[in-house]
C-alpha cells in the first residue's frame, strides 16, 4: 500500500512543489506523533524517501528511519533499512543509533533479518563500530545458506575498504571464501583480493594456479547454468579473474607464463557476437597487454583491437580507441594499421570518440607531428564547453607544445630572440600553475627532453639554448629521478670544453653543474672541473670554480643556499646595503665625500645656477605618484635592475625572476593566443632549417592543406586530405615500413609542408612587412648623425644614443666613463666640449638652424611691426604653445613660443626691441649647461620697436619628464647689459600621436619589452574610458587608435620615432595603465605625465 | 561503481543509489549537470561519457535513462551489462516493466538493486538467485499480512 505513495505526487507537474511542500508537512507532523503507528510510520518512510529523491530536505524523518528499523516488523524493518541506506552516508552521527539494532539481527534466528542486517553493513557502516559486528560476520563465513554466506563476505569487503586493518586477521578466511563450493561466494571472494592484489601484488602470487584454474573452469562451462549470461559463462566472475591476473602477472615473466593459456583460450571462446563477450574480449586484451608479453597473443589481441576498431559499433569503435590508446606506446605500428579509422574518429561528430582519439594521439606524438596534434586539440577545445575536458586538455597541450615549441623556437630563433623570450619561458617553469603536481611533470618533460637533444654529440645549439637548457637541468634534473646525476653533469662538463661555447653560456653551465652538485653527494666529474677551471685563464669560471670548490666543503652551507626549487622563493635583498656602512664609515673618516643621489647632484647643480628654483624638479615625479593613490606600482629601478643585469651567474637568474614576477604569462600569451608573430620571425628568417616552425604555421593558418589533384588524382579529395592528415599525424612513428603502409605518404608530407610554407611566405610577409616598418620607425633615431658635426664624431654620438636609448643607466654611464678618455688620446682638442656634452646631455640639439634675421623682416618692421610677436604664417598653422614671455628689461624683452612640428620641437624665440632706437651686437647664448650645447645667436642690430626671431630645434635624446635650458641675451645699448632666461622643456613637448591600426598596434605591443603598469584613480568628473582618454589625448598627444568596451589603446612617440604603446583599462574607479615601449625611460616619463594630467583635469 | 541513477527523458530523477560519500549538495549538483549532459546527447552517440573525472555509462530504456558511474579502469562494456542485467530483474519482478511501474513502487526497485548490486559491486549475478530472495521478503509480507487479516476476524 506504501508504494502507491508517489501516485499523489506525479501527475500535476506544476503543481507538484506545491503539493510536495504540503505533504512534507503533514509527513513532519504524522512522524513526530506519538500515536503514529510503525505500520504509518512505514507509509511516511516511503514518502520521504521519494520527497527526498525530488530534491526536498527531509532530515527530519532520518532519526524515524533508524527507529522503524529498530522497532518495526519484518516489512517495517526493511524499509526502514532502506531509508536509512539511503538517506544517511557512512559518516553520518546517527549512524551510531544503528549499530545495536545491526548487531540485533544480525544474531536473529530469521533468515531475512539477518540477510537485511548484512546487506545494510555491506553499504554503510561506522568505521569505529566495526569491532562491535566483526566476530559476528565472521561467524556468518561457516553458515549453512550460501546467501549469509556470500553477504558476510562482501560486508567483510567493505570492512577491508574502509578499515583495512581491522580485518588483516581474517586473511585465511578469505581463502576460504575462494575455495567456497558455492561460486556465489567465490565471486564475492574475488572483490577483496582484486583490491588486496591491487595494492600489493607480489603477496599473492601463489594464488596466480588458484584464479587460473577457477578461469579455465568458467570459460569451460563448469559453472552451474545459472550463472550464465546469454548464455556466456560467468562474465562479471570472468572479468574479475583477468583483472587479478593482468595485476598478478604485470613485469612477472614467470607468473604470466602460468596464464598464457587460459588466455589464449578465453580469446577463442568469446566468439558469440554479443556485447558480454566484447567485454571479455576487451580485459583479455587489456590483460595481455599489462602482463609480460608473449607475441603469439600480443597478435591475437592486436587483432581483437582490430576488430573493436573497424565495427560499425560506436560502443566497440569507442573502446578500440581506449584499448589503442592503452596499447600504443608498446606497439605504435598498430596505430599505423588503423590510422585511416583514427583520422576519421578525430571528426566524428561525437564528442567523446573525438576526445578518445585526441587521447590516443596525444599518446604518440613526437618532435615531427606536435603540431598537427596540438592544433587538432586546440580545434577541440575550442568545440568543448565542459570545464574538465578542458583542464585535462590544456594541461596535455601545454605539456607538449610548449616545452617542444619552445625547444623549436630556441633551437631555430637562436640567439636573435629577444631575451625576454628566454627569461619568460624560465619564469613559467619556475612558477607554474596551480597544480604542484602537473608543474613537475611539465618540469620533467623538459628536463629529459633536454637530456635527449644533448645526447646528440655533434649537435650544435644557440647559447641562449643551452643556457635555458643548462638553468633548467640544474633546476629541476633531480626531479628526475631515473638519470644518475654524474651524466648530466658529464654532459655539462663536455660542453664546457667546447670551444664554440661563449663564456656567457659557461657561466650559467657552471651554475647549473653547482645547482645539481648541491643536491649530489661527492662527483668525481664535479672535482675534475673544479680542478680545470681552477685555472682557467678566464675569471668568472676561475671565480665560479672557486665557489663550487668552497661549497663543496661545506655542503650544509651548500644545500642551504642552493634549496630545491628555491628559484622562485623571494630573496630578501639588502638594497640599502647595510652591509656597507662600515666600508663607507671608513670612507667619510679618511675624508671622502658622502654620496649624494644622482637627483641631489643633479638639483644642486641647477641651484648653483640659479639662486632660486621655481621649477618643479625634474625627477620629483616618485613622490607625486605615491600622492596619486598608487596601487601595485613597480619600483622603475627594480624593473631596469632586473631586465639589465642578464644572467651570469644564477644568483642574478633568480633576481630576475623575482623582481620580474609582476608581469605574468601575457607576453607569451597575447590576447589572440600564443605570440605567433614573434615565431612568424623566427620561422622566416630561418625558414630553411626548421620544418616543424613551418607546419606550426600551416596550422595555424588553418585547415588542412589541400592535396595538388595532379599528383594523385586517383583519390579523391577528402582522402587524400585524410591521408596528408595521416601522413602528418603519423610521422616518426613505428618503422618506414609502416609509414608506407600509406602508399605515398613520404610525397603527401612533402606536399604539406609545400603547402604550408606558402602560408608560411605569407606571414612572414607580413612579419617582414612589420620589421620594416619597425626598422625604420627606430632606424632613423639609432643613426642619426648630426648634421654639423665629423663623421668621427658621429659616430661616436650613435653609439652613446644606442646606449642611452637600448639599455640602462649602468651601461651608460660605464660608457660615459670610457669614451671621454680613449678621446682625449685620440681626438683634437677641438671636438671635446661636444663630445663631454653629448655623454651626459638630455637633449640633443644637433640639428640648429639658425634663422638670420631676414631682410624682409626689417622692412616689414619698418612700416608697422606690433611689439607682442606672433608667429610666421606657416608656423601659426602647426599647433603651438601661447606666446609667452621669458623676460624682459626696459630695452628688450624676449618672448618664446613652442611649435609642436610633426618631427620636433620648435623653439621660437623673439627677441623685441622696445626702445626707439635700435640695439646693437644682440647676442643670444643658450647656455652651455649639463643638459645644453651653448649656442650664440648674433643679431647685430635690431631695430628700434622691431622683433627678431630665432628659431631652435629641439629633441629629446635622453628621456626625463622635465629639462631646463636655459640662457641669455646681452646687448649693447647704453652698457653691456645681460638678461637671463630659462625655458623648461616637459616631455610631452616631444611626444607626437602615432597613428596605426588595430592590428598593428598588436603586433607592436608583442615585440616591445619595457613594461610600466600602474593603476590611478579616477575623479568622477572621469568617469567615462572616452572622455578620459580624449583627455590624454589632448594634452599629451596620444593617439587613440581603439576603445572596445573598458579598454583602449593609445600610442605615440618620442621624437623622432620611439613608440610608446599605452592600453588602459577602466575598472570600479581605477583607471589601469600599461605602457609599453622599446626605451625603458619613457615608459616612466608618460606614465607620469598621464597621472599628471590626470591630477590636473 | 560509483553511483547509479535513473531518470526520465523530462529529467524527472526516478532512482538515485549513491556507493560514495558525497554531500546532499554535491549530489543534487552532479545529478542536474548530468542529467543535463545525458539527455543533450544524441541516440546514435556511445554510451560511454568522460564525464568530470569520471566515466559516464548510459543507456535509454524507453522512457527512463540509466546511468552508472564507475572508475576509469573499469569495464564500460560490462557496465553496460549490469544496467540490462538489473533491467531484466525488473522486467521480470515487475512482469515487463514500465516507468510508472518504478515510480509507484521504487521501494521494490531499490530492493531489487540491493540484491543485485550490493556496495557498488556486483553481488549476485544469478536473476533467478536475486528474484528468489526478493520473493522471500515479499512473501512473509503475504504471511504477515494474513495473520493480520486473521487476528482482525477474530
New interface residues.
Given amino acids: 500500500a ?3 505513495s ?2 499523489s505526487l ?1 501527475p500535476w507537474p506544476g503543481q507538484q512543489e506545491k503539493l510536495i511542500q504540503q505533504e512534507l508537512t503533514s509527513l513532519k507532523a504524522t512522524v513526530s506523533a506519538p500515536t503514529t503507528t510503525l505500520r504509518l510510520m512505514k507509509e511516511c518512510m ?1 514518502r520521504l ?2 520527497c527526498e ?3 526536498y530536505e527531509s532530515s527530519f524523518g532520518y532519526i524515524h528511519a533508524i527507529k522503524l528499523a529498530q522497532q518495526g ?3 517495517e524493518k ?2 526502514g533499512y ?1 531509508a536509512v ?2 538517506f544517511l ?3 553520518h552521527e546517527l549512524l551510531l543509533l544503528l549499530v545495536n539494532t545491526v548487531v540485533k539481527d544480525l544474531q536473529s534466528t530469521n ?2 533479518e539477518v ?1 537485511m542486517a548484512l ?1 545494510v553493513v ?2 554503510i557502516f561506522p568505521r569505529e563500530m566495526i569491532p562491535a559486528v566483526l566476530p559476528l560476520i565472521e561467524d556468518k563465513l561457516q553458515h549453512s545458506k550460501e ?1 549469509i554466506r ?2 558476510a563476505v ?1 560486508a567483510l ?2 570492512f577491508y ?1 574502509i578499515a583495512p586493518n581491522q580485518v588483516q586477521h581474517i586473511h585465511d578466511k578469505f581463502r576460504k571464501a575462494l575455495c567456497d563450493r558455492d561460486a ?1 561466494v567465490m ?2 571472494s574475488l ?1 577483496i583480493y582484486l583490491q588486496m592484489i591491487k595494492e600489493n601484488s607480489s603477496g599473492y602470487k601463489d594464488l596466480t594456479g588458484s584464479f587460473v584454474t577457477i578461469l579455465k573452469q568458467v570459460v569451460g562451462g563448469k559453472l552451474p547454468i ?2 550464465n ?1 546469454h548464455s556466456v559463462p ?4 570472468q ?1 574479475q579473474l583477468l ?1 587479478i591476473l593482468g595485476l598478478l602477472g604485470k613485469d612477472d615473466p614467470r607468473t604470466s607464463e602460468l596464464m598464457y593459456d587460459v588466455l589464449d583460450e578465453s580469446l577463442r571462446r568469446a566468439e558469440i557476437n554479443h ?2 563477450t ?2 571479455i574480449l ?2 583479455c586484451v587489456q590483460t595481455i597487454y599489462t602482463i609480460y608479453p608473449k607475441s603469439e597473443l600480443l597478435e591475437k589481441a592486436a587483432k581483437c583491437i582490430g576488430k573493436f576498431v573497424l565495427s560499425p559499433k ?2 566497440l ?3 578500440g580507441l581506449k584499448a589503442l590508446t592503452y596499447v600504443i606506446q608498446q606497439d605504435p605500428n598498430l596505430a599505423l594499421q588503423h590510422q585511416m579509422t583514427i583520422i576519421e574518429c578525430l571528426d566524428h ?2 564528442p ?2 573525438k ?2 582519439t585526441l587521447e590516443l594521439l596525444y599518446r604518440i606524438t613526437n618532435g615531427q607531428n606536435v603540431i598537427v596534434i596540438v592544433q587538432k586539440m586546440l580545434d577541440y577545445l575550442k568545440e568543448s564547453k ?1 570545464e ?2 578542458i583542464i585535462n586538455l590544456v594541461g596535455k597541450i601545454a605539456e607538449l607544445w610548449f616545452i617542444q615549441t619552445m625547444n623549436a623556437v630556441f633551437s631555430v630563433g637562436g640567439d636573435v630572440v629577444h631575451p625576454d623570450i628566454p627569461n619568460n619561458f624560465l619564469r613559467l617553469l619556475a612558477e607554474g600553475f596551480d597544480d604542484r603536481k602537473e608543474d613537475d611533470q611539465l618540469r620533467m618533460y623538459a628536463v629529459q627532453s633536454y637530456l635527449a637533444l644533448l645526447e646528440e654529440e655533434d649537435a650544435l645549439y644557440p647559447q641562449k639554448f643551452l643556457q635555458v637548457m643548462s638553468w633548467v637541468l640544474g633546476e629541476y634534473s633531480s626531479l628526475v629521478t631515473d638519470v644518475d646525476p654524474e651524466v648530466i653533469l658529464t654532459k655539462l662538463h663536455s660542453l664546457l670544453k667546447k670551444t664554440v661555447i661563449t663564456s656567457e653560456t659557461k657561466m650559467w653551465i657552471m651554475a647549473a653543474v653547482t645547482k645539481i652538485a648541491s643536491h649530489a653527494s661527492c662527483s668525481k666529474i664535479v672535482d675534475k672541473l673544479i680542478q680545470e677551471f681552477s685555472n682557467s685563464l678566464d675569471t668568472c669560471m676561475r671565480q665560479y670554480a672557486f665557489e663550487l670548490k668552497h661549497l663543496c666543503e661545506d655542503k650544509a652551507l651548500m644545500r642551504n643556499l642552493l634549496p630545491f626549487d628555491g628559484s622562485c622563493n623571494d630573496m630578501v635583498v639588502d638594497a640599502s646595503l647595510s652591509f656597507l656602512d662600515g666600508f663607507v664609515a671608513e670612507g667619510l673618516g679618511r675624508g671622502a665625500a658622502p654620496y649624494k643621489p644622482h637627483h641631489q647632484r643633479q638639483e644642486e647643480k641647477l641651484s648653483q645656477e640659479k639662486a632660486l628654483n621655481f621649477e618643479p624638479y625634474g625627477l620629483s615625479f616618485v613622490s607625486s605618484v605615491s600622492s596619486s593613490g598608487v596601487t601595485g606600482r613597480q619600483s622603475p629601478t627594480g624593473l631596469s635592475f632586473g631586465s639589465d643585469t642578464s644572467g651570469n651567474s644564477a644568483e642574478t637568474g633568480h633576481k630576475e625572476t623575482n623582481t620580474l614576477k609582476l608581469e605574468g604569462v601575457r607576453r607569451l600569451w597575447g590576447k589572440e593566443g600564443y605570440l605567433p608573430k614573434k615565431e612568424n620571425k623566427v620561422g622566416k628568417e630561418n625558414e630553411p632549417q626548421t620544418v616543424s616552425c613551418g607546419s606550426l604555421l600551416a596550422g595555424q593558418m588553418g585547415d588542412p592543406p589541400a592535396l595538388r589533384s595532379d599528383q594523385v588524382a586517383s583519390l579523391s579529395e577528402e582522402d587524400k586530405e585524410k591521408q596528408q592528415l595521416a601522413s602528418t599525424l603519423f610521422i616518426g612513428l613505428g618503422s618506414n615500413a609502416g609509414v608506407s603502409l600509406m602508399g605515398k605518404a613520404d610525397t603527401a608530407t612533402q606536399k604539406f609542408k609545400r603547402k604550408s610554407k606558402i602560408n608560411e611566405t605569407q606571414s612572414s610577409e607580413e612579419a617582414s612587412d612589420f620589421q620594416d616598418s619597425a626598422a625604420s620607425d627606430f632606424g632613423p633615431l639609432l643613426d642619426t648623425v648630426p648634421i654639423n658635426m665629423e663623421d668621427c664624431e658621429g659616430n661616436i654620438r650613435t653609439r652613446l644614443r644606442k646606449a642611452s636609448l637600448c639599455s640602462s643607466d649602468i651601461v651608460e654611464d660605464n660608457l660615459a666613463f670610457e669614451t671621454p678618455q680613449s678621446l682625449k688620446k685620440s681626438g683634437p682638442d677641438d671636438r671635446l666640449p661636444d663630445i663631454r656634452l653629448s655623454q651626459s646631455s638630455l637633449f640633443a640639439d644637433s640639428n640648429i638652424e639658425i634663422f638670420q634675421p631676414s631682410r624682409n623682416a626689417q622692412s616689414e618692421s619698418a612700416s608697422k611691426t606690433p611689439l607682442v610677436p606672433c608667429l610666421s604664417e606657416e608656423l601659426e598653422e602647426l599647433t603651438h604653445s601661447e606666446v609667452v614671455e621669458l623676460c624682459q628689461s626696459d630695452a628688450l624683452a624676449l618672448y618664446l613660443c613652442k611649435v609642436w612640428t610633426d618631427d620636433s620641437l620648435l623653439l621660437i624665440v623673439f627677441v623685441s626691441n622696445k626702445t626707439t632706437s635700435a640695439l646693437n651686437a644682440v647676442n643670444l647664448v643658450f647656455e652651455e649647461a649639463e643638459h645644453f650645447q651653448s649656442t650664440t645667436y648674433q643679431f647685430p642690430v635690431i631695430e628700434a620697436q622691431n622683433v627678431e626671431r630665432c628659431q631652435k630645434r629641439v629633441w629629446m635624446d635622453k628621456i626625463c619628464t622635465q629639462g631646463i635650458l636655459s640662457g641669455s641675451v646681452n646687448y649693447q645699448s647704453e652698457m653691456e647689459t645681460r638678461l637671463e632666461f630659462s625655458i623648461t622643456l616637459s616631455l610631452v613637448d616631444f611626444i607626437r600621436p602615432m597613428e596605426m591600426t588595430t592590428e598593428d598596434f598588436g603586433k607592436l605591443w608583442l615585440s616591445l619589452s619595457n613594461d610600466v603598469k600602474q593603476n590611478i584613480k579616477m575623479s568622477s568628473s572621469q568617469d567615462s574610458l572616452s572622455a578620459t582618454l580624449s583627455t590624454l589625448q589632448q594634452k599629451l598627444k596620444l593617439h587613440i587608435v581603439d576603445i572596445i568596451g573598458n579598454e583602449g589603446i593609445l600610442a605615440c612617440q618620442l621624437l623622432p620615432s620611439v613608440p610608446c604603446l599605452l592600453h588602459c583599462r577602466t575598472h570600479s574607479g581605477m583607471l589601469a595603465l600599461w605602457f609599453r615601449s622599446p626605451c625603458s625611460a619613457l615608459p616612466d616619463g608618460l606614465l607620469y605625465q598621464c597621472q599628471k594630467v590626470m591630477e590636473e583635469s | 561503481m560509483q553511483f547509479m541513477l535513473l531518470f526520465s527523458r523530462q529529467g524527472k ?7 560514495v ?2 554531500s546532499d549538495k554535491e549530489k ?1 549538483k552532479i545529478t542536474r549537470e548530468l542529467v543535463q ?1 545525458v539527455l543533450a546527447r ?1 541516440p ?10 569520471l566515466k559516464i555509462v548510459y543507456k535509454r530504456y524507453a522512457s527512463l535513462y540509466f546511468c552508472c558511474a564507475i572508475e576509469d ?1 573499469d ?4 557496465t ?2 549490469i544496467i540490462h ?1 538489473y533491467v531484466e530483474l525488473l522486467d521480470k519482478y515487475f512482469g515487463s516493466v514500465c516507468e510508472l511501474d518504478i ?6 526497485a ?2 531489487i538493486l ?2 543485485f548490486l ?2 557498488g ?9 536475486v528474484l528468489k ?1 526478493i520473493e ?2 515479499d512473501l ?2 503475504e504471511v ?1 499480512l494474513r495473520s493480520v487479516l486473521r487476528s482482525l476476524n477474530v
Fill in positions: 506504501g508504494g502507491r508517489g501516485r506525479t516511503v524517501i521519494y529523491m525530488l530534491g516488523n519484518l516489512l526493511r524499509v532502506l541506506s539511503l552516508h557512512e559518516n533468515l531475512v540477510c546487506t555491506s553499504q546467501i556470500r553477504k562482501q569487503y567493505k575498504l556465489g565471486a564475492a572483490h545459472d550463472f549470461y560467468a562474465p562479471w566472475l572479468i583483472r556485447n558480454i566484447y567485454a576487451f580485459e560506436i560502443n569503435k569507442y573502446l561528430p561525437d567523446i570518440i576526445r578518445e565542459e574538465y575536458a | 530523477l526516478r532512482l538515485q543509489k549513491w556507493y560519500p558525497l543534487k549532459t544524441k546514435k552517440m556511445c554510451s560511454f561519457l568522460e564525464w568530470r573525472d579502469q569495464n564500460e562494456l560490462i553496460l551489462e542485467r515510480i509507484f513502487n521504487f521501494e521494490k531499490y530492493f540491493d540484491e550490493l556496495g559491486e556486483v553481488q549476485e549475478t544469478s536473476k533467478k538467485n530472495a522471500q521478503a512473509l509480507q504477515i
